[in-house]
């Protein structure tokens, strides 16, 4: 199973992604993930995408999908795979899709999770997140064990600066302008499904399951 994770920046595609990559053990892929996995082993491609992180510059469509393409030649993505954070405009999309195409294979199913913006801006100034090992938490939803201590590796937890409210929303302009587009691309592919955001997790994660089972 194939499937592409959407939706605004806080709707919650990591933690879905993460839940629907065990009940279908599949693996949850995501473009940080490739990025830092790349630099840390030192890799060409890894090598020239840290030319342009370390700048500050936003890594260039073809070498993010030569990432994302390699990645999907693994042995664990032979059963599929879910993609979180790519595409993020139609023309990644459209150089995703026709590499797939070249391999006779296509995405199966776009998951959107709807959530208001309001509700995005309460949520994320909520986060809190390791700068140690990546690990994300909320103070309500996901607390750590420990107030303010990562569960995973024992560092102290901080807000980001992208949660903070005034930037996000400067990221939830970016992110109409840009990606959500992309719900009306899968839409018109006959493979946009959309839930319910505002709902508790375990809630929103049945519903993607009983939008996808008959994918399986």
Request: hydrophobic content about 35%; some cysteine.
């Amino acid at each position: 199973m194939k499937i592409v994770m959407l939706g605004a920046p806080g709707a919650g595609k990591g933690t879905q992604s993460k839940k629907i990559s065990g009940h279908y053990k599949i693996p949850h892929i995501s473009t940080g993930d490739i990025f830092r996995a790349n630099i840390k082993s030192g890799t060409d491609l890894g090598i020239k995408a840290k030319e342009y992180i370390d700048k500050g510059l936003l890594v260039p469509d073809d070498l993010t999908i030569a990432l994302i393409l390699e990645r999907l030649q693994h042995e664990d993505c032979s059963k599929g795979y879910v993609l979180d954070g790519y595409p993020r405009t139609i023309p990644q999309a459209e150089s995703l899709d026709a590499a797939l195409a070249t391999k006779y294979e296509e995405i199966e199913v776009a998951i959107n999770i709807d959530v208001p913006n309001d509700h995005i801006i309460k949520r994320m100034s909520g986060r809190r997140a390791c700068l140690n090992c990546g690990a994300t938490y909320h103070v309500v939803t996901i607390p750590p064990k420990i107030d303010g201590i990562c569960d995973v590796c024992g560092s102290k937890l901080v807000l980001r600066d992208d949660d903070k409210p005034e930037t996000v929303e400067k990221r939830l302009k970016v992110y109409a302008q840009q990606t959500e587009p992309l719900i009306e691309y899968y839409r018109q592919k006959g493979k946009l499904k959309t839930v319910d955001g505002t709902k508790g997790m375990d809630y929103i994660f049945k519903n993607i399951i009983e939008l996808t089972m008959s994918l399986d």
